[in-house]
């Protein structure tokens, strides 16, 4: 049955399209029991181009299905990225039957095929009465007029107090906007926004404090995880503030998190940009799903990403060792080989230099001495006098994350490096350093319950 998804460099609990090009998640959504994933695609060739919104279904967050495409190209342009509400209340008027409309805000890019040429960037709307099926694009589009050269992604959210839809736009270069409308079709500009060193794929939401969910705080993330917290009144969002990083990885980008999930959870997905599938039908894969929680930290209040609990049905074998001392330069732990893991580590510093571990030829090496954690060929400061350090490593066939400190300094990163072996290497320079506790667990593939 999946013999078609059992290529060489094809991930494994990873979305990728069937075939062609994918990059941006689009649209990510939850409606009566299914998760939507729509995302950038070119279903004809594994390059850039042609863009169109691919369109996959989920119950679990964990097991897709691909399904028709949800919006092609037309004489407007081709299809860059965008957003998807239910509209409850039909605010829009789509709504035929007694279920509310699922609708898609896209941008439609002028000028990048033959049919759309001389025309601009410009926002519209598609619409659905059968859960997502078939999308109907509207006749009045666009709903949004061109305010700066190539604006586009917008992510549309409720917001319930102002009783207006809320729009995050990205204008050009570093500049994005905010606007709001009562209906989703007259859009009114609420403020303009700038953020240094950063483009493309705005997200805003809202997160409760943990611990505390009186307190809350809004966050607009940019393509790059980037974000700036702050307090939104319906009207202007005030950042207190600068940019926060989330990722420091080469590998991350056009994060988006789902609307309307109803337990509540703030749910991320982004693209995994970058990545190298030599001779895959197939080209590019998301990042794994993950949720987003604020906490205190000892650097302030921060947004958190952890792995979804879904990731849970797909345990396999299991190892774990509890309070190691690290005392020779070399410790070799037995594990049962697989390229499909899910490690969590908790170490102690021990007055070390530094601490690296290598799982599946991957090196994850906390510079105790530098005070940085370096994944592969990238790396992080870490907060002073950082004594402590949690992980979580998801490694696929083409992907290492790392979630460290509560899932404040995270990487994602494409390799082709990764190959199962039979043991963890633990090198240690100086002191003695504590293995607290290491959970080391073999995952199922999706497309196949039987083990890597």
């Known amino acids: 049955m999946y013999t078609e998804f059992a290529e060489p460099y094809r991930p494994q609990f990873h979305f990728t399209a069937r075939k062609g090009w994918l990059n941006d998640p689009n649209g990510l959504v939850y409606y009566q029991g299914t998760y939507h994933l729509f995302f950038q695609h070119n279903p004809s060739g594994n390059e850039w181009g042609n863009m169109t919104w691919g369109h996959a279904i989920s119950t679990d967050l964990i097991h897709?299905?691909?399904?028709?495409?949800?919006?092609?190209?037309?004489?407007?342009?081709?299809?860059?990225?965008?957003?998807?509400?239910?509209?409850?209340?039909?605010?829009?008027?789509?709504?035929?039957?007694?279920?509310?409309?699922?609708?898609?805000?896209?941008?439609?890019?002028?000028?990048?095929?033959?049919?759309?040429?001389?025309?601009?960037?410009?926002?519209?709307?598609?619409?659905?009465?059968?859960?997502?099926?078939?999308?109907?694009?509207?006749?009045?589009?666009?709903?949004?007029?061109?305010?700066?050269?190539?604006?586009?992604?917008?992510?549309?959210?409720?917001?319930?107090?102002?009783?207006?839809?809320?729009?995050?736009?990205?204008?050009?270069?570093?500049?994005?906007?905010?606007?709001?409308?009562?209906?989703?079709?007259?859009?009114?500009?609420?403020?303009?926004?700038?953020?240094?060193?950063?483009?493309?794929?705005?997200?805003?939401?809202?997160?409760?404090?943990?611990?505390?969910?009186?307190?809350?705080?809004?966050?607009?993330?940019?393509?790059?995880?980037?974000?700036?917290?702050?307090?939104?009144?319906?009207?202007?969002?005030?950042?207190?503030?600068?940019?926060?990083?989330?990722?420091?990885?080469?590998?991350?980008?056009?994060?988006?998190?789902?609307?309307?999930?109803?337990?509540?959870?703030?749910?991320?997905?982004?693209?995994?940009?970058?990545?190298?599938?030599?001779?895959?039908?197939?080209?590019?894969?998301?990042?794994?799903?993950?949720?987003?929680?604020?906490?205190?930290?000892?650097?302030?209040?921060?947004?958190?990403?952890?792995?979804?609990?879904?990731?849970?049905?797909?345990?396999?074998?299991?190892?774990?060792?509890?309070?190691?001392l690290l005392e020779q330069d070399e410790i070799v732990l037995p594990v049962s080989p697989s390229s499909l893991l899910d490690v969590e580590i908790q170490l102690e510093s021990g007055n070390a230099d530094m601490i690296t571990m290598v799982v599946n030829k991957l090196p994850v090496t906390w510079n105790i001495r530098d005070n940085q954690l370096e994944v592969l060929d990238c790396s992080a400061s870490l907060p002073p006098h950082t004594n402590t350090l949690d992980l979580r490593l998801l490694i696929d066939r083409t992907s290492l994350e790392v979630f460290s400190l509560g899932g404040t300094h995270n990487f994602s990163c494409c390799t082709l490096e990764a190959i199962p072996e039979p043991f963890i290497l633990l090198k240690k320079r100086g002191g003695t350093p504590l293995l607290s506790r290491m959970i080391f667990r073999t995952l199922q593939s999706i497309y196949n319950p039987k083990k890597e």
């Open 64 to 324: 897709w299905e691909q399904t028709a495409h949800a919006l092609l190209p037309d004489s407007m342009g081709t299809m860059f990225s965008g957003s998807a509400v239910v509209d409850w209340h039909n605010t829009a008027g789509f709504q035929t039957g007694k279920s509310p409309a699922l609708v898609l805000i896209y941008t439609a890019a002028g000028g990048t095929s033959p049919e759309s040429e001389g025309k601009p960037f410009t926002q519209c709307l598609a619409y659905s009465n059968d859960g997502g099926k078939t999308f109907t694009k509207f006749t009045g589009n666009p709903v949004l007029p061109e305010l700066a050269p190539e604006n586009r992604d917008p992510k549309v959210i409720w917001h319930e107090p102002s009783q207006k839809w809320i729009m995050a736009l990205y204008l050009q270069g570093e500049e994005f906007a905010l606007l709001s409308s009562p209906n989703l079709k007259e859009w009114t500009m609420l403020q303009r926004l700038s953020l240094p060193g950063c483009m493309e794929c705005p997200d805003f939401f809202e997160l409760p404090l943990k611990g505390n969910p009186d307190i809350s705080r809004w966050v607009f993330m940019a393509a790059n995880g980037q974000y700036l917290l702050g307090e939104f009144d319906g009207h202007f969002f005030k950042a207190e503030t600068a940019l926060i990083s989330s990722d420091w990885g080469k590998n991350f980008y056009a994060t988006q998190t789902f609307s309307d999930i109803p337990d509540g959870r703030r749910i991320q997905m982004a693209w995994m940009r970058g990545g190298e599938y030599p001779g895959m039908p197939f080209n590019q894969q998301m990042g794994f799903p993950c949720e987003l929680g604020l906490e205190e930290t000892p650097e302030g209040i921060r947004v958190c990403r952890r792995p979804i609990q879904e990731i849970e049905t797909l345990w396999d074998q299991s190892f774990e060792w509890n309070t190691v």
